[in-house]
């Protein structure tokens, strides 16, 4: 009923499949204790519908929920409280080797996924090894996240994609060697928060990953309740590890198009991480067969500001389609993960990129080239502001100290190095 606590008690407690709240109204659940995802996979509950597994805490429809613990980051933390730990590597090993530990009946399970909810507050939790994102918010409005302590065992992670890389490469008769130090491709998809929505407020948290630490996205549902478009967003004082700040992918979508707008990442520190500052477009453009009309996507209004990125081990700043196709598999039209060295990338039409800013900007030691901007032909990069980005010591390959730039136009000021596509100005004149 309203007003009410849910108590997690202190001490771990075991579930087998999802723990599913519908259309709560005003309820806080305290996990004083610890939430542990029982390793039975044979026997955690599947929908047949994707097929997918249940999620571990799965929430909809409600309004004024706190989710709270006492773990995560802050004061008053006490060992072992505020844990909700989705026990990953089992799912991981049978994503990656289903013929050595098992094959999996359906897509993994998210740890927290909430949908159609507004008036959230998440707090003080340790979320810990996802099978696949950790917090995922969709299609919410009005939702606060703090104090969160994301982390996935990313030793566990690398050997596993490691060995796998190496198996694959020597079926495709290649010696295994990645182009790229600390490279691995196999996509476990263990993010840390993806929202979607408006109004959303994430700060002061840690997110240790190898996916994709925030990824701003649209909503999944054709229909969205609380937001037809993700927007008014800000994320600031976050510390990240994985693949950065991210908005997308965002594919094209009819009749209405996918859209991101007016998302504010702010006092970001991240230290060797994957890439660092990423926005993303996805395949594929053309005409919708249920909608009859073209499809299109929108991201627009972006704003990265007072970012550290320190050792990258990857494109510290990459904007445009999402690298995503493995190599020594089909490419289509994905964009090579090991771009340049695959030419195939190609880019969407009906995509808009407008309107996006990156001021204090400080990047350290990148292990390649700092980044990529690759606008389309027909649909380029419009509004793109480089104001105070600096690269210090970078990597040689593949472009030298620059940026490779295309199909895109803006200005920058203050910049080191600026990227050739971008006009030299005072950037309020534009």
């Not at 596993?160 to 060697?177: C, I, N, S, V, Y």
């Not at 249920?290 to 990125?309: F, M, Q, R, W």
């Not at 695959?342 to 990129?353: E, L």
């Not at 104001?387 to 136009?409: K, L, Q």
């Amino acid at each position: 009923a309203a007003g009410d606590t849910v108590l997690i008690p202190a001490g771990a407690f075991y579930t087998l499949g999802g723990v599913v709240a519908n259309g709560l109204v005003n309820v806080t659940v305290d996990v004083t204790g610890s939430l542990i995802a029982a390793p039975a996979y044979d026997a955690w509950p599947v929908s047949n519908n994707k097929p997918a597994y249940a999620n571990f805490v799965q929430f909809s429809g409600c309004e004024g929920v706190t989710l709270t613990g006492k773990g995560g980051l802050g004061p008053g933390r006490v060992a072992g409280g505020g844990l909700v730990d989705g026990r990953g590597v089992g799912w991981w090993n049978r994503e990656i080797f289903p013929h050595i530990f098992g094959r999996l009946r359906g897509e993994r399970p998210r740890l927290i996924a909430i949908s159609d909810s507004r008036g959230l507050l998440i707090e003080r939790l340790t979320l810990l090894n996802s099978p696949t994102y950790h917090l995922l918010l969709d299609d919410v409005a009005e939702a606060e996240v703090r104090l969160l302590n994301i982390t996935v065992d990313r030793a566990a992670q690398r050997d596993l994609k490691h060995r796998a890389r190496q198996a694959r490469m020597q079926e495709a008769g290649a010696d295994g060697t990645a182009p790229l130090g600390g490279l691995e491709p196999e996509d476990l998809n263990t993010d840390g928060i993806d929202p979607s929505g408006q109004h959303i407020w994430v700060h002061d948290s840690l997110v240790a990953n190898d996916d994709d630490s925030i990824a701003v996205k649209p909503c999944a549902a054709d229909s969205c309740v609380r937001s037809p478009c993700s927007q008014h967003m800000l994320f600031e004082r976050l510390n990240l590890t994985g693949f950065g700040a991210s908005v997308g992918s965002v594919p094209p979508h009819a009749p209405s198009p996918h859209c991101v707008n007016n998302v504010t990442f702010r006092s970001i520190r991240m230290i060797e991480s994957g890439k660092g500052i990423y926005i993303k477009s996805n395949p594929e453009c053309g005409i919708d067969e249920v909608a009859g009309a073209p499809k299109a996507a929108i991201i627009s209004n972006i704003l990265y500001e007072d970012i550290l990125i320190d050792r990258p081990r990857w494109w510290a700043i990459w904007i445009g389609p999402q690298q995503q196709h493995e190599p020594h598999s089909s490419l289509g039209l994905k964009c090579a993960l090991d771009y340049p060295l695959s030419r195939h990338c190609p880019t969407q039409g009906c995509v808009t990129f407008a309107n996006i800013t990156l001021r204090n900007v400080h990047i350290e030691r990148p292990l390649i080239s700092p980044g990529v901007i690759k606008g389309n032909a027909t649909s380029p990069i419009t509004g793109l502001a480089f104001d105070n980005v600096t690269v210090s010591r970078p990597g040689r390959f593949p472009f030298g100290a620059s940026y490779e730039c295309e199909h895109a136009s803006g200005r920058a000021v203050g910049s080191s190095p600026p990227p050739a596509c971008l006009l030299p100005g005072v950037l309020s004149s534009w």
